[in-house]
C-alpha cells in the first residue's frame, strides 16, 4: 500500500511540475518589442540581414584564435618538467613565445589593431 501511494504522490508531483512550467513557457509577453527581436553583437536587428558590415569583426576573431591556441599550447608547459628535459621545454616556449611577438608584430604593421581609421 505504501508504494503504491508514493508511486501516486510521485506521479501527481510530476504532473503539477510539468503543468507550471507549460503554464510559465506558455506566456509570451508582447509588451517589450525589443526583447523579442534577436540579439547579435555588431548588428542591428531592425535593418534588412543582407546589409554588409565591417570585416574587421572576421580579422579580430581570426587573430584572436591563433593568439589563443598559443596559449593553450604554453599553459601545460610547467607540467611537462616532470616528463621532459628542461632546456627542450625551455627551447620550445621560446620558440612559441617568439612567434607570438612576431605575430603581433606584423599584425601591429599590418594595421589589423588599429580599429578606428
Known sequence: ???IMSIFLATA?????????ALVLGKK???????LTAFECGFDSNKKARAPFSLRFFTVTII???FDVEIALLLPAG????YSDIPMILLTVLILIL???????HEWNQGALTWVT
Do not use: V
Not at 29 to 35: I, L, M, P, T, V
Not at 99 to 105: H, K, N, Q, R
Open 1 to 3: 500500500m505504501l508504494i
Open 99 to 105: 612567434i607570438l611577438i612576431l605575430g603581433l608584430i
Open 29 to 35: 509577453s508582447n509588451s517589450d518589442r525589443e526583447k
Open 64 to 66: 584572436f584564435l591563433i
Open 13 to 21: 508531483f510530476i504532473a503539477l511540475i510539468l503543468a507550471l512550467l
Open 79 to 82: 607540467l611537462l618538467s616532470c
